[in-house]
């Protein structure tokens, strides 16, 4: 099934980014069989259909930051105004990844001078395609750095994202990631909205009851890696969780540098030639743990994975755009995504057990 987890685009060496160009992949979707909790994997060709408009003024010395997204076109407004106010497109190059959209995200990027690429495909969402084939066409330009940055991701103040391309660089990181925390209610996209009340009561209410009423804003969101022996109530032996949710960004373990078993995809800074040649991001995780398996798949060959939290950070509205397109989180993909990660990494992730739960690690 090898063929399925890694991106097959990624053995064209011959690639070139055109105008227009369509790839192929294989990809697995679990699907049940009606016996209790067995399912099977089945295998599906897609085919993805790609419109590549690249900006202008192009620096392959400078990193790709890629945002994919689908619709919400005032979100990626908001989103690129924060990211001219903090002059991020002085030290990066800016691509948008359009999934599909309905709404004129190509008129978006343009306005902002932007590199546009839109992804068509007829199996749904697929964060790890829309960032394979965006990695691969940086890959092919000369790019050498590749920032994956969620469209609901936002910078808190003008050093932070210098700060970790400077770390990222002078550890010769592979793979990095850095603290992100809630943002005010006030700094949010749509922040006079009902959504923070009913997107609480929905994901944390019962677990979280003491951060009612918008106090969890202005906490940390991801703080580095943590994992849950999820063996008694879930098929997965151990489950990936953001350490340091809610805590103070201020707090010693999430204030800090440290390596970590793996880092969110909604901030990911990336050495291309390794993405590349590791096989970038399983494909037929489409929704979920494409972020966790890779980084796994880096500590394998003992690559590091680095977090880095002392004195920056960044904003990150969790989920806002499912939230917002009242879109389940949760469907089909999540769950095929669960069982195919289950198969990859249970034995694994059962037998480093004690050393999972020591996380977060001393510093690097």
Same mark, same amino acid.
Request: one cysteine or more; charged letters at 20%; glycine letters at 2%.
């Given at each position: 099934m090898i063929e399925c987890n890694t991106c097959s685009l990624f053995k064209n060496e011959y690639f070139v980014p055109q105008e227009k160009f369509s790839v192929f992949q294989q990809e697995l979707l679990a699907e049940p069989t009606g016996e209790g909790k067995q399912y099977n994997f089945k295998k599906f060709n897609i085919r993805y259909?790609?419109?590549?408009?690249? &900006?202008s003024n192009l620096d392959?010395?400078?990193?790709?930051?890629?945002?994919?997204?689908?619709?919400?076109?005032?979100?990626?407004?908001?989103?690129?105004?924060?990211?001219?106010?903090?002059?991020?497109?002085?030290?990066?190059?800016?691509?948008?990844?359009?999934?599909?959209?309905d709404e004129d995200i190509r008129a978006v990027a343009l306005e902002f001078e932007c590199s546009y690429l839109r992804v068509e495909n007829s199996k749904g969402f697929s964060f790890s395609m829309l960032t394979n084939i965006g990695a691969y066409v940086f890959y092919k330009l000369g790019f050498s750095t590749c920032v994956m940055w969620n469209s609901d991701l936002w910078n808190k103040d003008e050093t932070s994202f210098k700060k970790l391309l400077e770390r990222h660089g002078e550890t010769q990181s592979k793979i990095s990631g850095a603290k992100l925390v809630y943002p005010p209610k006030e700094l949010s996209y749509n922040f006079d909205g009902p959504l923070d009340t009913e997107n609480f009561k929905k994901h944390y209410d019962k677990k979280y009851p003491h951060l009612k009423n918008g106090?969890?804003?202005?906490?940390?969101?991801f703080g580095g890696a943590s994992w849950l022996d999820s063996s008694s109530f879930s098929s997965l032996n151990m489950s990936p969780g953001h350490f340091g949710r809610f805590k103070d960004p201020l707090t010693e373990s999430v204030?800090?540098?440290?390596?970590? &078993?793996?880092v969110t995809g909604a901030l990911m800074v990336? +050495?291309?030639?390794?993405?590349?040649t590791r096989g970038g991001f399983n494909p037929s995780l489409s929704k979920c743990?494409? +972020?966790v398996d890779f980084c796994l798949r880096a500590g394998e060959v003992g690559e590091k994975v680095n977090y880095f939290g002392e004195d920056m950070s960044f904003y990150h509205d969790e989920s806002?755009?499912?939230?917002?397109?009242?879109?389940?989180?949760?469907?089909?993909? &999540?769950?095929? +995504?669960?069982?195919?990660?289950?198969?990859?990494w249970n034995n694994t992730l059962h037998s480093q057990l004690p050393r999972l739960k020591q996380e977060p690690r001393s510093l690097y």
């Open positions: 259909d790609c419109n590549w408009i690249p &900006s392959p010395s400078l990193p790709v930051v890629l945002i994919p997204i689908r619709n919400l076109s005032n979100l990626l407004k908001f989103t690129l105004t924060n990211l001219k106010t903090y002059n991020i497109f002085s030290i990066a190059n800016i691509a948008i990844v359009d999934d599909r959209s106090t969890w804003r202005g906490t940390v969101q204030n800090c540098n440290k390596t970590v &078993s793996f990336l +050495d291309l030639e390794y993405f590349i743990f494409q +972020d806002f755009s499912f939230h917002f397109l009242k879109i389940e989180k949760f469907d089909y993909q &999540s769950r095929s +995504d669960h069982y195919l990660f289950e198969k990859l």
